[in-house]
């Protein structure tokens, strides 16, 4: 069972380069989001999705960009890496009821800004 | 708005020694509570988790009960091993958020010695 891939799990970048993190589910669900996680500061969110089509910020959306055309994928553009980008980005996906509930995460992206 | 505070580690224990971890949050609505884990290398999972007051989650030998007067929901496992060793986040989702987000604490990294 794949569940929810990220590609690349590794990546170095200079300053100004732009990217794209890929994400990918196969387990149908609506709700697709992306999280970075930095030392002492948990998980903060990104942006996420709630169906194709249908996109919104979260916690910190400055300096990045997504998608979604499919149900299956959620990429995040980083449209001029900085340092202060650098960290460990995870796509997360679930299904939708009244509120969010148990999130199935990628195995994360460690992305690195020089 | 809606947050999650967790004791800060590294929390340091042998081997089948007792463990708690605690977690308090604060929420304006009546939140569902997750403990979720990270093993080195990979993406979180879920642990266990509680809807509604007075609720236990169990899972693997841990524990947290959902303690709404407190507003607490403190981990618990009676004896340790070393490949319990990971990152612990505590969790929340919030109805009265919509279906933005979970909400997740800093994280207690867990280092069992033999």
């Known amino acids: 069972n794949a569940g929810v891939t990220q590609t690349p799990k590794f990546q170095v970048l200079k300053t100004g380069q732009s990217m794209t993190l890929q994400c990918a589910q196969d387990m149908n669900h609506e709700y697709m989001s992306w999280y970075r996680q930095d030392p002492g500061m948990g998980l903060r969110l990104i942006h996420y999705s709630v169906g194709a089509g249908i996109t919104d910020q979260g916690e910190v959306p400055n300096g990045y960009n997504v998608s979604r055309s499919t149900t299956e994928d959620f990429p995040l553009r980083l449209l001029s890496a900085a340092p202060s980008q650098t960290s460990v980005y995870f796509c997360?996906?679930?299904?939708?009821?009244?509120?969010?509930?148990?999130?199935?995460f990628g195995e994360g992206s460690r992305l690195t800004v020089l | 708005g809606d947050s999650v505070t967790q004791m800060e580690g590294p929390v340091t224990l042998s081997e089948e020694a007792f463990l708690t971890i605690n977690c308090t949050y604060t929420a304006t609505g009546y939140p569902s509570l997750f403990w979720y884990v990270q093993y080195p290398g990979e993406g979180l999972q879920l642990l266990l988790k509680a809807t509604k007051a007075d609720d236990k989650g169990s899972n693997k030998g841990f524990e947290a009960t959902y303690r709404k007067e407190t507003t607490s929901f403190h981990l618990e496992k009676g004896s340790v091993q070393v490949s319990d060793s990971a990152v612990y986040f505590c969790?929340?989702?919030?109805?009265?958020?919509?279906?933005?987000?979970?909400?997740f604490g800093s994280g207690t990294r867990l280092q069992v010695q033999p």
């Open positions: 969790a929340l989702s919030d109805p009265s958020e919509g279906r933005r987000a979970l909400t």
């Open positions: 997360a996906s679930t299904t939708i009821g009244l509120a969010i509930s148990e999130l199935f």
